[in-house]
């Protein structure tokens, strides 16, 4: 029996607690856990420019892979359905 590290509650397999959690060993509660991203992530302001790296001696930003990915996420679907249906 597992309880949680925050607030000592039993957990409990598909009420407070998820089985996958197991094999990563994450001993909170879904309630602590949600707390948790709450705090964490409320932090993070929604419009706020993401900071790039410049390219050297240049004024441009460096294209990195996420800005790709994120352009072309349609594409990347398509094609991941494409190979999944082969």
Wanted: proline share 3%; hydrophobic share 35%.
């Amino acid at each position: 029996m597992h309880r949680c590290r925050e607030c000592e509650t039993v957990l409990q397999e598909g009420r407070n607690w998820h089985a996958s959690y197991a094999a990563r060993t994450y001993r909170h509660c879904m309630d602590c856990a949600r707390a948790y991203s709450r705090r964490r992530y409320g932090l993070i302001q929604p419009g706020v420019k993401r900071r790039k790296p410049l390219a050297a001696g240049a004024a441009k930003p460096i294209t990195v892979k996420r800005d790709w990915a994120v352009k072309n996420r349609a594409k990347l679907a398509q094609a991941r359905r494409d190979r999944m249906r082969d």
